[in-house]
Protein backbone atom coordinates (compact mmCIF):
# COMPACT_ATOMS: atom_id res chain seq x y z
CA UNK A 1 0.00 0.00 0.00
CA UNK A 2 1.36 3.63 -0.97
CA UNK A 3 0.14 6.39 1.33
CA UNK A 4 0.08 9.68 -0.50
CA UNK A 5 0.03 13.10 1.58
CA UNK A 6 -0.82 16.08 -0.23
CA UNK A 7 0.53 20.03 1.13
CA UNK A 8 0.54 23.39 0.32
CA UNK A 9 -2.74 24.33 -0.50
CA UNK A 10 -4.38 27.53 0.76
CA UNK A 11 -5.48 30.86 -0.33
CA UNK A 12 -3.46 32.61 -3.10
CA UNK A 13 -4.00 36.02 -4.81
CA UNK A 14 -4.61 35.80 -8.58
CA UNK A 15 -0.86 36.09 -10.51
CA UNK A 16 0.49 34.67 -7.68
CA UNK A 17 2.02 31.23 -7.38
CA UNK A 18 2.10 28.25 -5.40
CA UNK A 19 3.72 24.77 -4.44
CA UNK A 20 2.27 21.80 -4.18
CA UNK A 21 3.88 18.82 -2.32
CA UNK A 22 2.99 15.10 -2.57
CA UNK A 23 5.09 12.81 -0.17
CA UNK A 24 5.24 9.57 0.89
CA UNK A 25 7.13 7.45 3.02
CA UNK A 26 7.79 3.90 0.60
CA UNK A 27 10.99 3.68 -0.08
CA UNK A 28 9.90 2.50 -3.97
CA UNK A 29 8.16 5.35 -4.75
CA UNK A 30 10.68 5.84 -7.15
CA UNK A 31 9.54 3.39 -9.44
CA UNK A 32 5.67 4.93 -9.64
CA UNK A 33 4.41 7.43 -12.23
CA UNK A 34 2.93 10.36 -10.01
CA UNK A 35 0.00 12.69 -11.90
CA UNK A 36 -1.49 15.53 -10.29
CA UNK A 37 -5.58 15.73 -10.48
CA UNK A 38 -7.98 18.29 -9.32
CA UNK A 39 -11.74 18.82 -8.83
CA UNK A 40 -13.41 21.94 -8.48
CA UNK A 41 -17.08 22.20 -6.96
CA UNK A 42 -19.69 20.39 -8.83
CA UNK A 43 -17.35 18.97 -11.67
CA UNK A 44 -15.93 16.38 -12.68
CA UNK A 45 -11.75 15.33 -11.64
CA UNK A 46 -9.80 16.52 -14.17
CA UNK A 47 -6.05 16.03 -15.02
CA UNK A 48 -3.40 18.31 -14.26
CA UNK A 49 0.17 17.42 -14.48
CA UNK A 50 1.78 14.24 -14.18
CA UNK A 51 5.76 12.61 -14.33
CA UNK A 52 6.96 9.27 -15.30
CA UNK A 53 9.49 7.73 -12.66
CA UNK A 54 13.04 8.53 -14.28
CA UNK A 55 11.17 12.32 -14.36
CA UNK A 56 11.88 12.37 -18.75
CA UNK A 57 8.61 12.32 -19.11
CA UNK A 58 5.99 15.19 -18.03
CA UNK A 59 2.66 15.45 -19.22
CA UNK A 60 0.41 19.14 -18.49
CA UNK A 61 -3.05 19.96 -19.43
CA UNK A 62 -3.23 22.52 -21.24
CA UNK A 63 -5.07 24.79 -18.63
CA UNK A 64 -1.73 24.69 -16.89
CA UNK A 65 1.01 24.56 -19.37
CA UNK A 66 3.72 26.90 -19.61
CA UNK A 67 3.39 28.27 -16.11
CA UNK A 68 3.19 24.81 -14.41
CA UNK A 69 6.05 22.82 -13.35
CA UNK A 70 6.41 19.44 -11.72
CA UNK A 71 9.20 17.47 -10.44
CA UNK A 72 10.33 14.66 -8.07
CA UNK A 73 13.15 14.11 -5.73
CA UNK A 74 13.23 10.01 -5.57
CA UNK A 75 15.86 11.28 -2.73
CA UNK A 76 13.32 12.76 -0.83
CA UNK A 77 9.98 10.46 -1.99
CA UNK A 78 8.28 13.78 -3.07
CA UNK A 79 6.74 14.96 -5.77
CA UNK A 80 6.60 19.15 -6.59
CA UNK A 81 3.61 20.89 -8.40
CA UNK A 82 4.66 24.72 -8.53
CA UNK A 83 2.55 26.31 -10.27
CA UNK A 84 2.58 30.39 -11.19
CA UNK A 85 0.17 32.93 -12.40
CA UNK A 86 -2.46 31.63 -10.69
CA UNK A 87 -5.93 32.17 -11.86
CA UNK A 88 -9.35 31.82 -9.78
CA UNK A 89 -10.55 28.58 -12.29
CA UNK A 90 -7.29 26.78 -10.30
CA UNK A 91 -9.63 26.80 -7.50
CA UNK A 92 -10.08 23.11 -6.55
CA UNK A 93 -8.99 20.07 -4.30
CA UNK A 94 -5.79 18.78 -5.85
CA UNK A 95 -5.00 15.00 -5.62
CA UNK A 96 -1.76 13.26 -6.31
CA UNK A 97 -1.95 9.97 -7.76
CA UNK A 98 0.21 7.45 -7.91
CA UNK A 99 0.89 4.39 -9.80
CA UNK A 100 2.99 1.93 -11.99
CA UNK A 101 2.89 0.86 -16.02
CA UNK A 102 1.42 4.19 -16.79
CA UNK A 103 0.47 4.30 -20.14
CA UNK A 104 -2.15 7.09 -20.52
CA UNK A 105 -1.30 10.18 -17.77
CA UNK A 106 -4.41 11.97 -18.15
CA UNK A 107 -6.48 8.97 -17.11
CA UNK A 108 -7.44 8.64 -13.57
CA UNK A 109 -8.04 5.34 -13.76
CA UNK A 110 -4.28 4.69 -14.76
CA UNK A 111 -3.56 5.65 -10.87
CA UNK A 112 -3.84 3.36 -8.49
CA UNK A 113 -3.22 5.06 -5.20
CA UNK A 114 -4.48 8.69 -4.13
CA UNK A 115 -3.83 10.84 -1.32
CA UNK A 116 -6.69 12.83 0.62
CA UNK A 117 -6.18 15.74 -1.34
CA UNK A 118 -5.30 19.78 -0.35
CA UNK A 119 -7.61 22.73 -0.69
CA UNK A 120 -6.63 25.51 -2.93
CA UNK A 121 -8.57 28.75 -3.41
CA UNK A 122 -7.45 31.43 -5.79
CA UNK A 123 -8.98 35.04 -5.09
CA UNK A 124 -9.32 37.75 -7.54
Known amino acids: QLQLVESGGGLVQAGGSLRLSCATS????????VGWFRQAPGKEREFVAA????????HYADSVKGRSTISRDNAKYTIDLQMNSVKPEDTAIYYC?????????????????WGQGTQVTVSS
Open 97 to 113: AAGLNIVKYVAAYEYDY
Open 26 to 33: RHTFGSYS
Open 51 to 58: IGWSSSIT
